[in-house]
């Protein structure tokens, strides 16, 4: 197991480490209880997405709470 820990903007570090690692996927998880593509709202989600230049996986809960 590895822990990353960076400091900044999650659309910062998270696209930043995507590129540095040269993924293929991101794999996002999604908390919103309305349904997946509400959580994207005004929120840094969005952010994130916009600046990725990989495809992104969003799993939703299988149990909302």
Same mark, same amino acid.
């Given at each position: ?5 960076e ?8 696209? =930043? ?5 040269? +993924? ?8 919103e ?16 997405? =916009? ?7 969003? +799993? ?6």
């Amino acid at each position: 197991r590895n822990l990353h820990v960076e400091e900044g903007l999650p659309e910062d570090t998270i696209s =930043n480490e995507a590129r540095r690692l040269n +993924v293929n996927m991101l794999v996002m998880g999604s908390a919103e209880r309305k349904g997946m593509f509400s959580a994207f709202k005004g929120n840094a989600a969005r952010n994130i997405i =916009n600046k990725l230049r990989t495809d992104l996986f969003i +799993v939703k809960p299988r149990h909302p709470h």
